[in-house]
């Protein structure tokens, strides 16, 4: 018999089946930790070692750039040449596909990809009279639609929005954003599928240049990448799919579990293979995954067995409130790496259900000096400053982006009113939808209501794009005094970023803000320019520079190498596996979050199942009595999920609430009581209305900056009513009612 290769020899029998199967599609449905991941990436490298097939034939598909970024290491660690493999999340393999063919669908290959903010203008521009939350609510309607692949003509759009006036604003949309030659989000999958199903050529191509398509993560796949997916493969393509039914938690945003379930039917008769070894998790900390999972009725239901032994029982530790579990947390983690030569900060983990409850952590690990990085939460590419640098950028690479045009004309003040720039917008149709062309165009037909100050302002804003566009032509190099400048370029792309970042006025326009209100915007822009260094001072390399961000914009903090305990969301953690995990915030309302029911409920479930098997050796759950919500210490309600873990797996420490029993497991998911009134709200029925009819207290507010809060107080002032606000995070604003920024909105119940 031949030598089994080193790589193929830890592999357990059906592992390696599924690393040999040819043919027929193959579905490989397992539980957490049964090396799911670990088949695919060993896949591809045997495909190329041992098959001789070509790395550039293999296209690997996977949830997160994080997770993608992870197995292409995984897999060059076997087989070097496996650095040939395409690995990508589905959104950047569409924008990949988009910068070759976008002409199929009237893109430049400069493209940028428009996020929700900008959707939203876009929406602003078509439609007047609405409010931002009402335009941001028809934004997801629109992304949801696309999540489904349903086009403004798709009999079913009803199921997202049954009136007609949707279905024109989804259309009229379209039509918008097609002329700033830009995509959303939801086109990187879409728009691919219109243009492989519309042109054979183009399928074609595709269909020869890629021979082996793997998904992992299959479970969260939505239709709209499900129909990438078929689009990708011809029958000829060989594709396995790997997934777990139990770790489907973006229903949300469209996943379809019977995708995963319905995989042999759908592509031909596929093969299932099973993995029912788990050699992540000590068999204690599956016990408790597995017993909170049991009450979800919509499951297949799968074995796993623990390879790596018993290990210490999980503790649940039930703390007073949030700022004991902070102290708590960090003591623990600090004990551990101090006394427990095996415990290093990189090993721990810290998960939450709510970006927001990351805050407390921060500033505890702060003051104790405890070295963590934050997965997931940063809202960095959000901010202000950043989106107004992002949209010079973007402008420079694509003259017919209106919706960046909007946002920085105008900013620093340049004397370009609304009037103005309607104006000028209106000249798009005659200049073939480019703006600097129509800026030309307005500005010879001066008579017609452009005033001398608005075409200063539009030329002295024109040539600062063409300067930044001049660096990365090359055609001349832009001497510039750098003792003046806010900004330290580096070098790549930072020197055409840092250049117009300053030549705009944006760098001194929030130097500015930084010294009114105390923040770090110019910091941040200057993060955004080292970050730029990396990339080309080219059309090209701009053009991956705001691709990147586009799709990164959720997961990016520079590692250095130092060991550091990861703050992080659940559903931030798919895929990843931490020696020890701490799970936060067990309580009814937060996790599971608010009140859900039935599917919903079994979703948060299935969150709790993927937290829990993140890890390997030692798990902690934590559940306060008191958590301040909207700057009120609330009591709390412990998770229902802790009353539904077997309790004799559990160690116990604190005082659990009156009537908690977590031996008494359920058989099936009790319906949740209403939640109890807190004082906070029944106060709230006396509402107090501001004396221009717009705020009551006790309504709920979301900011984008700080989050969920509440209405807590109304005063009358000479500027009219003021109004104060606390956030979940303890943070209190307070702000004149004429005076609302747009971060900020009232949210209707
Ligand atoms: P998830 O569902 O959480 O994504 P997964 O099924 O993808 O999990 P992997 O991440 O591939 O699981 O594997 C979990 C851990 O088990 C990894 O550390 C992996 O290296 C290890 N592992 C997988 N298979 C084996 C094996 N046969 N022998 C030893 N260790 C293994
Ligand atoms: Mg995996």
């Known amino acids: 018999m031949n030598e089994i290769p080193y790589y193929l020899q830890d592999l357990n029998p059906e592992q390696r089946d599924a690393v040999f199967h040819e043919g027929k599609p193959l579905l490989i449905l397992a539980g957490a930790g049964s090396g799911k991941t670990r088949v695919v990436t060993t896949k591809i490298a045997y495909l190329i070692r041992e098959k001789g097939v070509n790395p550039r034939s293999i296209l690997a598909v996977t949830f997160t750039n994080k997770a993608a970024r992870e197995m292409a290491e995984r897999a060059a660690a076997i087989e070097s040449a496996a650095a040939g493999a395409m690995l990508r999340t589905f959104h950047s393999f569409g924008a990949w596909f988009l910068r070759r063919n976008g002409e199929y669908a009237g893109l430049s290959s400069n493209f940028v990809i428009y996020d929700d903010d900008d959707m939203v203008t876009i929406l602003g521009s078509i439609i007047e009279g609405k409010k931002k939350n009402e335009l941001k609510l028809i934004a997801k309607q629109i992304a949801r639609a696309k999540d489904y692949f349903f086009t403004p003509e798709s009999a079913e759009l009803s199921f997202i929005n049954h009136s007609g006036e949707f279905r024109k604003i989804y259309a009229q949309y379209e039509e918008a954003l097609r002329k700033t030659g830009n995509v959303d989000f939801g086109d990187l999958i879409k728009k691919p599928v219109e243009i492989l199903r519309e042109n054979p ?225 209106s000249e798009r149709a005659a200049a073939d939808w480019d703006i600097e062309a129509a800026c030309e165009r307005s500005g010879a037909l001066s008579a017609t209501g452009i005033s001398v100050k608005a075409r200063a302002g539009v030329n002295t804003f024109i040539e600062s794009i063409n300067r930044a566009r001049k660096i990365l032509l090359a055609v001349e190099s832009v001497k510039r005094d750098n003792s003046h400048c806010i900004l330290k370029a580096a070098q790549g792309l930072s020197c055409c970023a840092a250049g117009l970042i300053e030549d705009s006025g944006i760098a001194k326009y929030h130097r500015a803000r930084d010294e009114i209100n105390g923040e770090t915007r110019v910091a941040n822009l200057q993060e955004l320019v080292n970050n730029a260094a990396l990339y080309e001072a080219t059309p090209e390399g701009l053009a991956d520079f705001l691709e990147r961000i586009a799709l990164d914009r959720a997961i990016e903090q520079q590692e250095d190498g130092e060991p550091r305990v990861t703050l992080i969301t659940v559903h931030n953690t798919k895929g990843l596996e931490f020696h020890r995990v701490i799970m936060t915030g067990l309580e009814q309302g937060l996790f599971p979050r608010d009140d859900k029911e039935g599917d919903d409920l079994e979703e948060e479930r299935r969150l709790f199942y993927v937290g829990a098997t993140r890890a390997m050796d030692e798990l902690y759950l934590t559940s306060c009595a008191y958590r301040r919500m909207f700057g009120q210490a609330t009591p709390m309600r412990s998770s229902i999920f802790l009353e539904e873990a077997d309790g004799s797996k559990l160690r116990i420490v604190g005082t659990p609430p009156y009537g908690f029993n977590p031996a008494a497991l359920r058989h099936s998911a009790p319906k949740q009581a209403a939640p109890k009134e807190t004082e906070g709200q029944s106060a709230a029925i006396k509402r107090k209305t501001s004396s221009d009819g717009r705020w009551q207290i006790g309504d709920r507010v979301f900011n984008e900056d700080y989050g969920y809060g509440e209405i807590t107080a109304i005063n009358e002032g000479n500027e009219g009513p003021v109004i104060t606000v606390c956030y979940e995070n303890g943070r209190r604003q307070r702000f004149l009612s004429r005076a609302q920024s747009s971060r900020f909105m009232k949210i209707k119940d």
């Open 201 to 425: 050529g183009a399928a074609e191509r595709l269909h020869s240049r890629f021979r082996v398509v793997m998904v992992d993560e299959y479970q969260d796949a939505n239709v709209a990448q499900f129909e990438l997916l078929k689009a990708i493969c011809s029958p000829e393509t060989y594709l396995c799919v790997v997934g777990d039914d139990d770790q489907s938690i973006y229903r949300f945003r469209g996943a379809e579990v019977k995708n995963i379930l319905e995989f042999p039917q759908r592509f031909g008769g596929a093969d299932v293979i099973r993995l029912e070894k788990n050699y992540r998790s000590t068999a204690h900390i599956l016990d408790i995954a597995d017993s909170v999972v049991r009450h979800n009725a919509g499951r297949l239901g799968k074995k796993l067995s623990a390879e790596r032994g018993t290990g210490t029982k999980p503790m649940l530790a039930f703390l007073s409130d949030q700022d004991s579990e902070a102290r708590e947390c960090a003591a623990l983690i600090d004990n551990s790496v101090r006394t427990k030569k095996t415990s290093a900060y990189s090993d721990w983990a810290v998960l939450y259900r709510t970006n927001a409850q990351s805050l407390g952590f921060e500033n505890e690990f702060l003051r104790r000096k405890i070295p963590y990085r934050i997965v997931g939460s940063l809202k960095f590419y959000e901010r202000e400053e950043i989106k107004d640098a992002l949209a010079l950028l973007s402008f420079v690479v694509n003259t017919k982006d209106e919706v960046s045009f909007r946002r920085v004309i105008n900013k620093p003040a340049r004397g370009v009113g609304a009037a103005a720039l309607e104006r000028i917008l």
